[in-house]
């Protein structure tokens, strides 16, 4: 820039800047750089929700209940448990839901007894503790509840003694997979002691 006063036209040229000190900030600003924009990074990811799983956000609860979870009551047994859960894996899947949202969200489905039950499990365990559980235990601890034993007994018996009943296969290879899912061609056959 160059400069001009009243008293004297001629402008005078502004003085060089000192090459030290351009040297020193240009030194500077390479280091500072990188650390500037990693913190940018790290505050645009949490204010999305980032949780560094490779931009991957999870979902929002709307998305979720926008690929219509189903509602569990508790009723049913083992069948209407199993088709619950395949339901919600599915809308995990579509949603994208993250598997710490897992529980959360599949715990808002619950009514009646089945909300029941989550609420003591929430009392027992204190609320991040039950929603921080992983999928595998959440859905143990809802075979164990809501799968009794003698109705398992029973599905297990039905397994191992399944057979067509004249010539409807697609009713018997239903039944099949889904007395199957539930775990039983995994078990032994029960036998009476003769």
């Not at 030194?27 to 650390?35: A, D, G, V, Y």
């Not at 489905?109 to 989550?118: E, G």
């Amino acid at each position: 820039m160059v400069r001009t006063s009243r008293q004297n036209p001629t402008p005078k040229p502004s003085p060089e800047p000192n090459p030290d000190i351009a040297t020193i900030i240009a030194q500077q600003l390479q280091n500072i750089i990188p650390q500037i924009v990693t913190q940018v990074t790290a505050n645009v990811n949490n204010a999305n929700g980032g949780n560094g799983n490779g931009g991957n956000n999870g979902c929002s609860y709307k998305t979720f209940t926008a690929c219509n979870p189903k509602e569990f009551d508790g009723k049913g047994g083992a069948v209407a448990l199993t088709r619950w859960i395949e339901k919600m894996e599915s809308v995990f899947d579509n949603s994208g839901c993250t598997a710490n949202q897992r529980v959360r969200y599949a715990a808002s489905c619950f009514v009646n007894k089945a909300l029941t039950w989550w609420n003591t499990q929430v009392q027992a365990r204190g609320r991040e503790a039950a929603i921080g559980m992983s999928w595998n235990d959440f859905k143990a601890l809802l075979v164990e509840e809501f799968c009794p034993s003698n109705e398992m007994e029973k599905l297990e018996n039905e397994f191992w003694n399944h057979t067509m009943v004249g010539a409807n296969h697609v009713a018997y290879t239903d039944r099949f997979h889904e007395l199957a899912k539930l775990g039983m061609a995994n078990s032994e056959p029960t036998r009476n002691p003769t």
